[in-house]
């Protein structure tokens, strides 16, 4: 598996030696729950989920668009798109008033552009009808990986269908969006929108959603520009009450035919028709396209503005958002404005200036988009405004007040590359937790390659995001940066130690993905020896990559201990992310050494725990229901592992693209689909997984699952597939020298096959010759399950060559490896070849060990060759009667096992125990030798079958009852 883990940043005491990042900053950003690693969430702004106010009373009513409205309700969606300035928003605000409703309101703009960020506020805004409407889905959305976007969508419209209320959703400004993954999660969320549900939306353009369907479907109803245009008897009335003057109806007529019912350019003329004597020239000279109408009118509103109003709107125009405070700021070199902000703000209020409140208190506002936009245009021809500084004033302003997203936008408008990139590398691994890599990665390519040069924590950020975009080559600059900050600044030791050690376990990373799997492999344990043991999350993933790599090369025990190590400390550590990864991962070595039950307990338990922290939906999830799944069809409990496949390809396809879990998901089907006998089934998943593969290079993601899909061609009748697969060709091949059992086990099936059907005794031979070979290895190393895989091909190739006790002696290995009922896929799987070799070995006396298991399996197959087998029944194998120690254990080597099961480090069982280290030790030796065993994995197993260990919830309630 590729191990998807998120760091921590540097535990730093004291003062912080990089001159950037102070504890006391981090420990603003850390927050725990039970085993678990979150952060707090971003602070949304609340000024977003308010409908703009509704102006005066006098404002022009359009009953003909308020009708409409009425009869829109029907409808799922109703869609507004218009271009700017023609009264979209405005029409609603009106709407809303006249009929009294509610509406839940969001405004959109360009921060708002990636899907987390989006349905966040989305949610936020559903709360204003419910508080508690989504918030367990809203916390999901600020996770580490944040989950699948349609599972989550799922349980937001079911949770509104369980509400009495009629909802009604206004997204404003959703043109201001532009992410694929927003239009297609919106039209999920729209095709099963509940009927107590109707959305409004109003765009510049049109959203990129299926409007023809809809509008076939009469799910949409669509009011646009010809629709919003004044009329002439609304113009006359609209001009007249912004104006304030009696209004000839030729100029009246004459204005709406040049702006062509443009309430924007209308309101423009009417503010310039206050001040001129004459409208009649006032209108001759008016015309030209809407842009360099809207650029006379402007330039006619803002001249006869007063001085200080003219001053105030050029210099807050950079503001996207304001209120009085924030303008004193940014105005805080303008003597003649300072402290004028709140009198200019009413004044602009009182004047329909194209001011928008955005709060009930009338202290947040922006200006109309085109408006704001004219202002800036004419502020950055202003030759005595340094706009720079601007920027960095609401830059420190916004710094303050905690709001980092605005202070960071300003500082690099500001040019202040310094500020932002102590404020990104303050605020680089909270938001790598939350899973805000776009945006971060948005901040971080706009930092000038300086910033990372003294800030070794922001270059070491930077490199994670390569992590997370899978760029090894293009991280390693970034830890280069690193290197030189060590070797040029006075740090201590210690430091020196903590960051080379960071920086060296990103290393190890990239050797990895280069397939240096020796040099990795050294760089970790180079990492290791680097880090201080209270850098437990660092330290947690050197042990995680080196334990991967370690079992990935046959190093089954010292993988095992190092990835038992990064458990511990990853679970310390809070990286959860990390500790689910090392579960997922022991259990597969459970399985590979025969503990099939142990291995699903693991991932029940870890299953659970997600559960119980809400975080189901996660793509780590679906990673542990494909493994519970193949270990359910392992034992034959088919329902149960399609089930287990369901719940993963919920999350997974939804989730990932062309990648290994993929490609795992449609070999699991294809498995079934040939226990079942549904050969066409089967081949139609193989051929998913050739598309999906093509053109990916042969890396540890992909290569083990095409060998798996050659053995199925093979169980398929497909040689040809298999050996294109595996790039042979049909000529004798040399014995394979490779220590990847399952390539061995796929070239000797394939020789076998050959043999057989060309009558070719020398394949047989070969064949023959490889598995031998391949079943000492894995014996060697404690492989039960490839053991027992082995065996089983072995027996069969004996049998088709005539050499009948050579035969049983593998079949009886192949039974005497694993608990048969935990493993019976693996003999099923054989098909019915199989059965006569089994009701041989039945009836065989000098495999009486056995025969209990082969009955088991001749159930299965049926039961002609087990009433043929004259051996008598027998008692299960690995029955706790048999199997329990003859010298008891007594009741403290009872607790510490049950601890033992909780993965609790021996430092911690001693603290829980209240005894020694040295104790603890000696209880787990007692154990060991009484169940003769050599490692807590085996011993786990045995403790299970004998039933004396407690269910894992109880143990974590004992040992932490607060967390009961």
């Given at each position: 598996m590729?191990?998807?883990?998120?760091?921590?940043?540097?535990?730093?005491?004291?003062?912080?030696?990089?001159?950037?990042?102070?504890?006391?900053?981090?420990?603003?950003?850390?927050?725990?729950?039970?085993?678990?690693?979150?952060?707090?969430?971003?602070?949304?702004?609340?000024?977003?989920?308010?409908?703009?106010?509704?102006?005066s009373?006098?404002?022009?009513?359009?009953?003909?668009?308020?009708?409409?409205?009425?009869?829109?309700?029907?409808?799922?969606v109703?869609?507004?798109?218009?271009?700017?300035?023609?009264?979209?928003?405005?029409?609603?605000?009106?709407?809303?008033?006249?009929?009294?409703?509610?509406?839940?309101?969001?405004?959109?703009?360009?921060?708002?552009?990636?899907?987390?960020?989006?349905?966040?506020?989305?949610?936020?805004?559903?709360?204003?009808?419910?508080p508690?409407?989504?918030?367990?889905?809203?916390?999901?959305?600020?996770?580490?990986?944040?989950?699948?976007?349609q599972?989550?969508?799922?349980?937001?419209?079911n949770?509104?269908?369980?509400?009495?209320?009629?909802?009604?959703l206004?997204?404003?400004d959703?043109?201001?969006?532009a992410?694929?993954?927003i239009?297609?999660?919106?039209?999920?969320?729209?095709?099963?929108?509940?009927?107590?549900?109707?959305?409004?939306?109003?765009s510049?353009v049109?959203?990129?959603?299926?409007l023809?369907?809809?509008?076939v479907?009469?799910e949409?109803v669509?009011i646009?520009?010809?629709?919003?245009?004044?009329?002439?008897?609304?113009?006359?009335?609209?001009?007249?009450?912004?104006?304030?003057?009696?209004?000839p109806?030729?100029?009246?007529t004459?204005?709406?035919?040049?702006?062509?019912g443009?309430?924007?350019g209308?309101?423009?003329?009417?503010?310039?028709?206050?001040?001129?004597?004459?409208?009649?020239?006032?209108?001759?000279?008016?015309g030209?396209?809407?842009?360099?109408?809207?650029?006379y009118?402007?330039?006619?509103?803002?001249?006869?503005?007063?001085a200080?109003?003219?001053?105030?709107?050029?210099?807050?125009?950079?503001l996207d958002?304001?209120?009085?405070?924030?303008?004193?700021?940014?105005?805080?070199?303008?003597?003649?404005?300072?402290?004028?902000?709140?009198?200019?703000?009413?004044?602009?209020?009182?004047?329909?200036l194209?001011?928008?409140?955005?709060d009930?208190?009338?202290?947040?506002?922006?200006?109309h988009?085109?408006?704001?936009?004219?202002?800036?245009?004419?502020?950055y021809?202003?030759?005595?405004?340094?706009v720079a500084?601007?920027?960095?004033?609401?830059?420190?302003?916004?710094?303050?007040?905690?709001?980092?997203?605005?202070?960071?936008?300003?500082?690099?408008?500001?040019?202040?590359?310094?500020?932002?990139?102590?404020?990104?590398?303050?605020?680089g691994e909270?938001?790598?937790?939350?899973?805000?890599?776009?945006?971060?990665?948005?901040?971080?390519?706009?930092?000038?390659q300086?910033?990372?040069?003294?800030?070794?924590?922001?270059?070491?950020?930077?490199?994670?995001?390569?992590?997370?975009?899978?760029?090894?080559?293009?991280?390693?600059?970034?830890?280069?940066?690193?290197?030189?900050y060590?070797?040029?600044?006075?740090?201590?030791d210690?430091?020196?130690?903590?960051?080379?050690?960071?920086?060296?376990?990103?290393r190890?990373?990239?050797?990895?993905?280069?397939g240096?799997?020796?040099?990795?492999?050294?760089?970790?344990?180079?990492?290791?020896?680097?880090?201080?043991?209270?850098?437990a999350?660092?330290?947690?993933?050197?042990s995680?990559?080196?334990?991967?790599?370690?079992?990935?090369?046959?190093?089954?025990?010292?993988?095992?201990?190092?990835?038992?190590?990064?458990?511990q400390?990853?679970?310390?550590?809070?990286n959860?992310?990390?500790?689910?990864?090392?579960?997922?991962?022991?259990?597969?070595?459970e399985?590979?050494?025969?503990?099939?039950?142990?291995a699903?307990?693991?991932l029940?338990?870890?299953?659970h725990?997600?559960?119980?922290?809400?975080l189901e939906?996660?793509?780590l999830?679906?990673?542990?229901?494909?493994?519970?799944?193949?270990l359910?069809?392992?034992?034959?409990?088919?329902?149960?592992?399609?089930?287990?496949?369901d719940?993963?390809?919920?999350?997974?396809l939804?989730?990932?693209?062309?990648?290994?879990?993929?490609?795992?998901?449609?070999?699991?089907?294809?498995h079934?689909?040939?226990?079942?006998?549904?050969?066409?089934?089967?081949?139609?998943?193989?051929?998913?997984?050739?598309?999906?593969?093509?053109?990916?290079?042969?890396?540890?993601?992909v290569?083990?699952?095409l060998?798996?899909?050659?053995v199925?061609?093979?169980?398929?009748?497909?040689?040809d597939?298999?050996?294109?697969?595996?790039?042979?060709?049909?000529?004798?091949?040399?014995?394979?020298?490779?220590?990847?059992?399952?390539?061995?086990?796929?070239?000797?099936?394939?020789?076998?096959?050959?043999?057989?059907?060309?009558?070719?005794?020398?394949r047989l031979?070969?064949a023959?010759?490889?598995?031998?070979?391949?079943?000492?290895?894995?014996?060697?190393?404690?492989?039960?399950?490839?053991?027992?895989?082995?065996?089983?091909?072995?027996?069969?190739?004996?049998?088709?060559?005539a050499?009948?006790?050579?035969?049983?002696?593998?079949l009886?290995?192949?039974?005497a490896a694993?608990?048969?009922?935990?493993?019976?896929g693996?003999f099923?799987?054989?098909?019915?070849?199989?059965?006569?070799?089994?009701?041989?070995?039945?009836?065989?006396a000098?495999y009486?060990?056995?025969?209990g298991?082969a009955?088991?399996l001749?159930?299965?197959?049926?039961?002609?060759?087990?009433?043929?087998s004259?051996?008598?029944?027998?008692?299960?194998?690995?029955?706790?009667?048999?199997?329990f120690?003859?010298?008891p254990?007594?009741?403290?080597?009872l607790?510490?096992l049950?601890l033992?099961?909780?993965?609790?480090?021996?430092?911690?069982?001693?603290e829980?125990l209240?005894?020694?280290?040295?104790?603890?030790?000696?209880?787990?030796?007692?154990?060991?030798?009484?169940?003769?065993v050599?490692?807590?994995?085996?011993?786990?197993?045995?403790?299970?079958?004998?039933?004396?260990?407690?269910?894992?919830d109880?143990?974590?309630?004992?040992v932490?009852?607060?967390?009961?």
């Amino acid at each position: 598996m590729s191990p998807q883990m998120i760091p921590r940043p540097v535990s730093n005491t004291g003062a912080d030696p990089y001159g950037q990042v102070h504890p006391s900053d981090y420990a603003a950003l850390l927050a725990t729950v039970p085993g678990c690693y979150t952060m707090p969430m971003e602070t949304l702004l609340q000024t977003k989920l308010y409908a703009p106010h509704r102006r005066s009373a006098d404002y022009v009513t359009r009953q003909r668009l308020i009708d409409r409205l009425d009869a829109a309700q029907s409808a799922k969606v109703t869609l507004i798109a218009a271009p700017a300035g023609f009264g979209k928003t405005t029409l609603i605000t009106d709407w809303l008033t006249q009929r009294g409703r509610q509406a839940a309101w969001l405004s959109l703009d360009h921060g708002d552009n990636e899907p987390v960020v989006f349905w966040r506020y989305l949610i936020a805004a559903l709360q204003t009808y419910s508080p508690e409407l989504g918030e367990e889905i809203a916390q999901l959305l600020q996770t580490p990986q944040p989950p699948a976007l349609q599972p989550l969508l799922a349980r937001l419209i079911n949770e509104i269908v369980s509400c009495s209320a009629q909802f009604l959703l206004v997204l404003d400004d959703y043109h201001t969006v532009a992410h694929p993954e927003i239009d297609d999660s919106l039209l999920f969320f729209i095709e099963h929108m509940p009927p107590n549900f109707h959305l409004i939306l109003t765009s510049r353009v049109d959203p990129n959603l299926p409007l023809a369907r809809l509008r076939v479907r009469r799910e949409l109803v669509e009011i646009r520009t010809d629709d919003l245009r004044f009329s002439p008897a609304e113009a006359a009335v609209f001009l007249a009450q912004e104006s304030g003057i009696d209004i000839p109806v030729e100029v009246v007529t004459a204005l709406e035919a040049r702006t062509e019912g443009w309430i924007a350019g209308l309101q423009m003329a009417a503010l310039s028709l206050q001040n001129t004597d004459d409208p009649a020239s006032f209108v001759d000279a008016f015309g030209g396209s809407h842009r360099y109408v809207m650029d006379y009118l402007t330039d006619e509103v803002l001249e006869r503005q007063p001085a200080d109003v003219h001053s105030f709107l050029l210099h807050t125009s950079i503001l996207d958002r304001f209120c009085a405070d924030l303008c004193d700021a940014v105005l805080a070199g303008e003597p003649a404005l300072t402290g004028q902000s709140r009198r200019l703000l009413a004044h602009l209020d009182r004047a329909n200036l194209f001011l928008i409140a955005l709060d009930d208190e009338g202290r947040w506002y922006r200006y109309h988009h085109l408006f704001a936009d004219l202002l800036r245009r004419r502020l950055y021809q202003h030759p005595r405004v340094d706009v720079a500084d601007l920027h960095r004033s609401a830059a420190r302003w916004h710094a303050t007040q905690g709001h980092t997203d605005e202070a960071i936008h300003h500082f690099l408008a500001g040019a202040d590359s310094e500020s932002a990139a102590d404020l990104v590398q303050a605020q680089g691994e909270s938001m790598l937790f939350r899973g805000e890599i776009k945006k971060l990665w948005s901040w971080v390519s706009a930092l000038p390659q300086p910033s990372f040069t003294t800030r070794p924590l922001l270059a070491l950020f930077a490199s994670w995001i390569h992590y997370f975009r899978q760029e090894p080559q293009a991280a390693v600059p970034m830890l280069d940066l690193v290197d030189n900050y060590v070797a040029d600044t006075a740090l201590s030791d210690a430091e020196q130690r903590r960051l080379m050690g960071q920086v060296t376990v990103m290393r190890g990373w990239v050797a990895q993905t280069q397939g240096e799997v020796g040099a990795a492999i050294a760089i970790l344990r180079r990492a290791l020896d680097l880090l201080p043991l209270d850098e437990a999350n660092y330290r947690g993933l050197a042990s995680f990559f080196l334990g991967w790599l370690l079992l990935d090369n046959g190093e089954i025990d010292a993988g095992v201990e190092y990835t038992e190590t990064a458990a511990q400390l990853s679970r310390r550590a809070g990286n959860y992310n990390a500790y689910m990864g090392t579960q997922s991962i022991l259990s597969e070595v459970e399985n590979q050494r025969g503990y099939a039950y142990a291995a699903r307990l693991r991932l029940q338990d870890a299953l659970h725990w997600l559960r119980q922290h809400k975080l189901e939906q996660l793509p780590l999830a679906g990673e542990l229901h494909l493994g519970l799944g193949d270990l359910l069809y392992q034992s034959n409990q088919l329902d149960e592992a399609v089930a287990r496949y369901d719940a993963a390809r919920t999350i997974v396809l939804s989730y990932f693209l062309n990648t290994r879990l993929v490609l795992r998901m449609h070999l699991a089907f294809a498995h079934h689909h040939i226990r079942q006998g549904n050969m066409a089934a089967a081949a139609a998943e193989l051929a998913s997984i050739e598309s999906k593969s093509a053109g990916h290079p042969s890396s540890a993601e992909v290569d083990p699952v095409l060998r798996e899909m050659a053995v199925l061609s093979l169980h398929l009748g497909n040689m040809d597939h298999a050996r294109r697969l595996l790039g042979v060709s049909s000529e004798p091949s040399a014995p394979l020298n490779t220590p990847d059992t399952l390539l061995q086990l796929l070239m000797a099936r394939l020789w076998f096959m050959e043999g057989q059907m060309q009558r070719r005794p020398d394949r047989l031979a070969a064949a023959t010759q490889l598995l031998e070979t391949a079943l000492a290895t894995n014996q060697a190393q404690g492989r039960n399950r490839r053991v027992a895989q082995i065996a089983i091909l072995l027996a069969r190739l004996f049998a088709a060559q005539a050499e009948d006790t050579a035969s049983h002696a593998a079949l009886a290995t192949a039974l005497a490896a694993v608990p048969v009922d935990d493993y019976i896929g693996l003999f099923l799987d054989e098909g019915d070849a199989l059965r006569p070799l089994l009701a041989q070995l039945a009836a065989d006396a000098h495999y009486r060990h056995v025969h209990g298991a082969a009955q088991r399996l001749l159930r299965h197959f049926g039961r002609d060759e087990l009433e043929a087998s004259a051996a008598p029944q027998v008692a299960a194998e690995d029955e706790p009667s048999q199997l329990f120690p003859a010298e008891p254990l007594t009741d403290r080597e009872l607790e510490t096992l049950r601890l033992l099961a909780s993965d609790l480090s021996t430092e911690e069982i001693a603290e829980h125990l209240v005894v020694a280290v040295s104790t603890v030790r000696s209880y787990t030796k007692r154990i060991y030798a009484k169940l003769d065993v050599h490692s807590r994995i085996e011993a786990l197993h045995k403790a299970r079958l004998f039933g004396v260990l407690i269910d894992e919830d109880q143990i974590t309630a004992k040992v932490n009852p607060e967390k009961k």
